[in-house]
């Protein structure tokens, strides 16, 4: 070999050489860049699972209260139509009370009307019987012409007397007994009307705590659904991450090997399925460009 050859050949040399030293650098400062995005992601994966370690304790905490909500505003719930419920039976009761009451009105107005009727026919009689005592026999004679008749007549009067009376007594007891009635039941009325005043003052208490409970239930729930939320989309967050480390481990794998990646055709490459569907190719496809934002599909999807 001559110098000229010589001299060429170890500038190769230097060459290779230096050209390996920066593929080293490069593979070296790679390899670095790989393992702190892989701590850097592991690191934020560790704070979102303290953080849905929280929401998910928020969330039980949440659930309870919404619970206890949910009891409380039940029974609330039961006592207002308990209320109603009697309610409805006090104003049934009043009703019928006033049924009672008025028919007793009407049958007093009827008595009434009789004890009117017996009284003017007693009234007359009376009038006949002090007519026929004020006679003279010389005018009871003169007027009637029988003394037998005269006097027959004055008997009927005096007899028809005592059973009118004791017929408008007993009919004056009857009013004044259902008068009695009705003065009781009239003040039976006014106690249950002031029992169902009462009742209607409780149940508006009810209903007011009834608006209140539902409404902090409303919140509640509200407050439920937006923990929920939250949780999973700190569970989505955290799934993207676990995908970006897997991305970076394998990425990290080839890089400390090369030569990991299997050849085509070997068992590691084989189909996940024993019958095989596939959904949706790798690459760019008529459906990848419809759905992702990239235009591509970075998998093979099997159904």
Same mark, same amino acid.
């Given at each position: 070999?001559? /110098?000229?050859?010589? =001299?060429?050949?170890?500038? +190769?040399?230097?060459?290779?050489?230096?050209?390996?030293?920066? #593929?080293?650098?490069?593979?070296?400062?790679?390899?670095?860049?790989?393992?702190?995005?892989?701590?850097?992601?592991?690191?934020?994966?560790? &704070?979102?699972? /303290?953080?849905?370690?929280?929401?998910? @304790?928020?969330?039980?905490?949440?659930?309870?209260? /919404?619970?206890?909500?949910?009891?409380?505003? &039940?029974?609330?719930?039961?006592?207002?139509?308990? +209320?109603?419920?009697?309610?409805?039976?006090?104003?049934?009761?009043?009703?019928?009370?006033?049924?009672?009451?008025? /028919?007793?009105?009407?049958?007093?107005?009827?008595?009434?009307?009789?004890?009117?009727?017996?009284?003017?026919?007693?009234?007359?009689?009376?009038?006949?019987?002090?007519?026929?005592? #004020?006679?003279?026999?010389?005018?009871?004679?003169?007027?009637?012409?029988?003394?037998?008749?005269?006097?027959?007549?004055?008997?009927?009067?005096?007899?028809?007397?005592?059973?009118?009376?004791?017929?408008?007594?007993?009919?004056?007891?009857? =009013?004044?007994?259902?008068?009695?009635?009705?003065?009781?039941? @009239?003040?039976?009325?006014?106690?249950?009307?002031?029992?169902?005043?009462?009742?209607?003052?409780?149940?508006?208490?009810?209903?007011?705590?009834?608006?209140?409970?539902? @409404?902090?239930?409303?919140?509640?729930?509200? =407050?439920?659904?937006?923990?929920? #939320? #939250?949780?999973?989309?700190?569970?989505?967050?955290?799934?993207?991450?676990?995908?970006?480390?897997?991305?970076?481990?394998?990425?990290?794998?080839?890089? +400390?090997?090369?030569?990991?990646?299997?050849?085509?055709?070997?068992?590691?490459?084989?189909?996940?399925?024993?019958?095989?569907?596939?959904?949706?190719?790798?690459?760019?496809?008529?459906?990848?460009?419809?759905?992702?934002?990239?235009?591509?599909?970075?998998?093979?999807?099997?159904?």
């Amino acid at each position: 070999m001559n /110098k000229k050859s010589l =001299k060429f050949y170890i500038f +190769l040399v230097i060459v290779g050489v230096i050209i390996g030293i920066q #593929n080293t650098n490069v593979s070296a400062q790679s390899i670095s860049e790989l393992e702190r995005e892989i701590e850097a992601r592991s690191e934020e994966r560790e &704070n979102l699972e /303290k953080e849905a370690a929280r929401i998910r @304790e928020e969330l039980t905490k949440v659930g309870a209260e /919404k619970g206890s909500l949910t009891k409380e505003l &039940n029974r609330i719930n039961a006592e207002r139509k308990d +209320l109603d419920n009697t309610i409805k039976k006090t104003q049934n009761t009043i009703d019928s009370l006033g049924l009672t009451i008025n /028919k007793n009105s009407q049958e007093i107005s009827r008595y009434n009307s009789e004890i009117e009727g017996y009284a003017g026919t007693i009234a007359g009689l009376l009038r006949g019987i002090d007519q026929f005592n #004020n006679l003279t026999l010389l005018e009871i004679i003169s007027s009637q012409g029988d003394l037998s008749e005269v006097l027959m007549v004055r008997d009927s009067y005096a007899r028809l007397q005592t059973p009118l009376v004791e017929l408008t007594d007993d009919l004056n007891s009857k =009013k004044l007994a259902l008068r009695k009635t009705s003065l009781e039941l @009239e003040k039976q009325q006014l106690e249950l009307a002031d029992e169902k005043d009462i009742l209607d003052d409780q149940r508006s208490i009810v209903r007011e705590k009834e608006q209140e409970q539902a @409404e902090i239930l409303s919140e509640t729930e509200k =407050k439920e659904s937006s923990v929920r #939320n #939250n949780l999973n989309s700190t569970l989505a967050t955290i799934a993207a991450l676990d995908k970006e480390i897997r991305d970076f481990e394998s990425k990290l794998e080839f890089a +400390l090997n090369p030569n990991s990646i299997p050849e085509k055709g070997s068992a590691v490459f084989d189909w996940p399925l024993e019958s095989v569907l596939i959904t949706q190719r790798f690459g760019r496809t008529v459906s990848s460009q419809r759905l992702y934002v990239s235009g591509s599909h970075s998998g093979m999807d099997f159904r």
